[in-house]
């Protein structure tokens, strides 16, 4: 109880400890609450204070902007009345128009029905224009149309025509190409600074290669002379376009041809810009030689898969009568059997360079280029008064069916042809300048017997047309340049440039041939060696038999020998070739007469007084069988000075026979030491003699033997056998051969007896 009393009591004081603070609490709220109302009251005085003011002020801004409005009111009004009173005046003005344009319509009205009806009627006309307008434009169309399609056909029309016209040149070149003509191209060259241009030469140049010339003393018409070549260059031609239009020709080198470039014309006409550019060229101006060897290389490279090519290159000045190596400065000798000489140039003695690049070529060239220089010093001779020859052989080897092809390429820049009297030049200078005209005009008289198909060609009336002697009488190629110097004072010497150059381009050489061994040649090649071989036995066996006759003479008669009368049957079972039984006076001579003369050279019959070496040229030719032309031809020899070379030319000739060739390696042909009867012998030639294709006659003689075998010109083993027609024989040329080969043969016959013991012994 007292418990709960305790418990009540503490709940009491706790009760009033508690409402103590409450009032405490409250007593503070209302403090606050006071200071509060204070603040409040604070505020509204001055928030009623400034309201005040504001309304104050409002006030004044109100009576300000009444004011303000009434002002414009007023204006307003104004303005107001204003506008009436305008609009007033717009609307009595309008009236006014509007009666005015209506009195303008009434009498616009009256103005259109006065005009409608001719307009009406312009308008009818206008469409009827319209419509013919139309009509017209179609039919204008049509026709059009109808034109374009006329247009088509005579434009289809003129590109037939043109393609035929392309189609006749290609096929007058394959012509010109089968008759083997000879091709000239005319270039012109440009003024040269510091030339006046006052008067050119050239009157015009046509597509097709005219070119027409002016005479500068006379008038237009008479002075006009017209020239037609394969293709005229004008002075604008560059190095490159020249190039595209023979690069075929020189192309057709790796393909077994043998082709012969050569520049013609006055001295500074271009001939040495033409082959090879002017002094130290850039690669856009290289001449037809850098252009033409370095394509050559390029192709070759192209088509090393297939064929194999090698090279070998010489460049030479002619001068005079010597033939100078450019590449190390030496003097050539010209060999005399050029002709037969597979790559058309003899130089027995020329040490050929490999080349296998272009720039071995360009590095010879540069030789040679430095080496002219020095050489025309050393020669005392200047570069115009030179012949300069570029060659390059080249063989090829078919990597399939190992046929071999041999081409060769001459690039010759000829000295000037001018004349003498306009040179002005004396003492030596005047005799070098006869020499050059001399072997130009012996030039001039080789082109002129092949124009006229004359049976004998005076080749060996120069040097130089020995050197070109396989180029233009042979199976090759050939192209000149004609070029001319356009300046008016050069008028003469351009003119007789181009009517030479005219006469070359008629000159028809036969199609050309193709160089190329097959395995059946090269069989018979090795047979031919191994008939070499054989003959070169023999002679030591008639040595032999020389010796034993020495002890007294021996007497022939071809009629009565049985053994001659034998071997002629045999030989005569030739179906090409019979012998004839000559019954002359020559088929009685002493053997030991026939050894004699063949040992001092001498002709029989003929005088002793003659001169040794003349003496046996003679004697040689005669015994050859060698009349007429040919003993003319040799005779022309004689005029270059070859005396001396003439006279030992049986041995040189028999050794270069062994020892010449231009790739040596490819010469060695199986050295089988094989002894052949006399009717192997026979059988032999015959077989060659049916089986080599373009046969040439030849009558050769190694000592004292006389052989008339039928030799492959491309065979390389021929030489010391003298051909009976230098140029590929046509039917009747081969006919006219075959007749005197057989009448050489019978000459031959005459020391069958010779051969008929050589063989005997054999047999
Ligand atoms: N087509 C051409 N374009 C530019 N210049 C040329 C052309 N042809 C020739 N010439 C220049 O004419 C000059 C004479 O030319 P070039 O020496 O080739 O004559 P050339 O007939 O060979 O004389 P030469 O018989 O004396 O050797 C040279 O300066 C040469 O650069």
Redesign the pocket.
């Known amino acids: 109880m007292v418990k709960s009393l305790m418990q009540t009591e503490k709940e009491k004081n706790e009760e009033k400890i508690l409402a103590g603070s409450n009032i405490r609490r409250l007593l503070k709220e209302k403090e606050d609450s006071d200071t509060r109302i204070i603040e409040l009251m604070q505020v509204l005085e001055s928030t009623k204070k400034s309201y005040e003011e504001k309304c104050e002020q409002l006030e004044i801004e109100a009576s300000g902007a009444k004011q303000e409005l009434e002002g414009k009111l007023k204006d307003s009004e104004f303005l107001l009345e204003e506008s009436r009173r305008v609009i007033k005046a717009l609307e009595a003005t309008l009236e006014a128009k509007l009666q005015n344009l209506s009195q303008k319509e009434h009498i616009l009205n009256a103005f259109m029905s006065l005009k409608f009806q001719p307009l009406q009627e312009l308008r009818t006309s206008a469409q009827i224009i319209k419509q013919e307008v139309i009509y017209a434009e179609r039919k204008q169309n049509d026709e059009l149309v109808n034109f374009g399609m006329k247009l088509k056909v005579l434009t289809d029309e003129a590109t037939n025509y043109h393609n035929v016209l392309l189609e006749n040149r290609k096929l007058y070149n394959e012509v010109q190409e089968l008759k083997g003509n000879i091709r000239v191209y005319c270039r012109i ?2 003024f ?1 600074v510091g030339e006046t241009r006052k008067s050119s030469i050239v009157g015009s140049i046509g597509e097709n290669g005219e070119l027409v010339v002016l005479n500068p003393s006379k008038q237009v018409k008479d002075g006009e002379k017209k020239f037609k070549f394969n293709k005229v260059y004008g002075p604008s031609a560059t190095q490159g376009e020249v190039f595209l239009d023979i690069q075929p020709l020189v192309r057709s080198v790796l393909d077994g041809y043998n082709v012969c470039i050569f520049a013609y ?1 006055q ?7 033409t082959m090879s550019g ?1 002094d130290s060229p850039t690669e856009e101006v290289w001449g037809v030689n850098y252009r033409a060897l370095n394509d050559l290389f390029h192709i070759s490279q192209s088509r090393r898969n297939s064929i194999l090519y090698e090279g070998v290159f010489l460049v030479f000045l002619l001068v005079s009568f010597i033939l100078w190596n450019l590449l190390n400065c030496n003097v050539l000798t010209l060999g005399i059997l050029s002709s037969s000489q597979p790559n058309g140039l003899a130089v027995p003695n020329a040490i050929m360079h490999p080349v296998n690049s272009t720039s071995d070529v360009l590095e010879l060239m540069n030789i040679g280029q430095t080496n002219r220089a020095v050489s025309a010093t050393a020669l005392n001779t200047s ?2 008064r030179s012949h300069c020859v570029v060659t390059v052989h080249i063989r090829g080897s078919d990597l399939k069916t190992r046929s071999t092809l041999c081409g060769s390429l001459h690039l010759v ?1 000829l ?2 042809s001018e004349r003498v009297d306009r040179s002005e030049v004396m003492g030596d200078r005047l005799k070098e300048a006869q020499h050059i005209n001399k072997s130009l005009s012996a030039l001039g008289d080789v082109i002129f017997s092949l124009s006229q198909k004359n049976a004998h060609v005076p080749y060996r009336n120069s040097k130089l047309t020995q050197v070109l002697q396989s180029s233009l009488g042979g199976h090759a190629k050939t192209l000149m340049f004609v ?1 001319i110097n356009p300046d008016a004072n050069s008028y003469l010497e351009s003119l007789s440039a181009l009517k030479f150059a005219e006469r070359v381009s008629g000159v028809e050489l036969g199609a050309a041939r193709i160089n190329k061994e097959g395995n059946d040649v090269s069989n018979l090649m090795e047979k031919v060696v191994l008939l070499e071989e054989t003959l070169a036995r023999k002679d030591e066996e008639i040595d032999h038999l020389q010796m034993l006759l020495d002890a007294g003479p021996v007497s022939f008669n071809v009629n009565n020998n049985k053994h001659e009368k034998s071997m002629l049957r045999h030989s005569s079972s030739s179906p090409e070739i019979s012998f004839k039984d000559n019954s002359s006076s020559r088929s009685e001579i002493s053997f030991q007469q026939i050894i004699e003369s063949n040992r001092k050279g001498e002709s029989l019959g003929q005088p002793k007084d003659s001169g040794e070496e003349r003496g046996r040229t003679y004697s040689d030719m005669e015994l050859l069988g060698l009349s007429g032309a040919d003993s003319e031809e040799f005779s022309s020899d004689i005029s270059d000075g070859d005396l001396i070379h003439m006279g030992k030319e049986t041995e040189r000739s028999a050794a270069s026979a062994i020892d010449f060739s231009l790739f040596p390696e490819h010469k060695s042909i199986d050295n089988r030491k094989q002894r052949i009867s006399h009717n192997n012998l026979v059988s032999e030639l015959s077989f060659l003699r049916h089986h080599i294709p373009y046969p040439h006659f030849y009558v050769g003689y190694r000592r004292s033997i006389f052989l008339s075998p039928l030799f492959s010109p491309a065979s390389s083993s021929c030489v010391g056998l003298r051909p009976l027609t230098s140029t590929h024989p046509s039917a009747d040329a081969f006919s006219a051969a075959k007749a005197r080969a057989s009448q050489s043969l019978a000459k031959a016959a005459v020391i069958v007896g010779v051969a008929r013991r050589l063989f005997w012994i054999d047999l």
């Open positions: 060259r440009p040269l014309g001295t500074g006409s271009g001939k040495t810009y002017p570069s115009s820049d000295a000037g070029q």
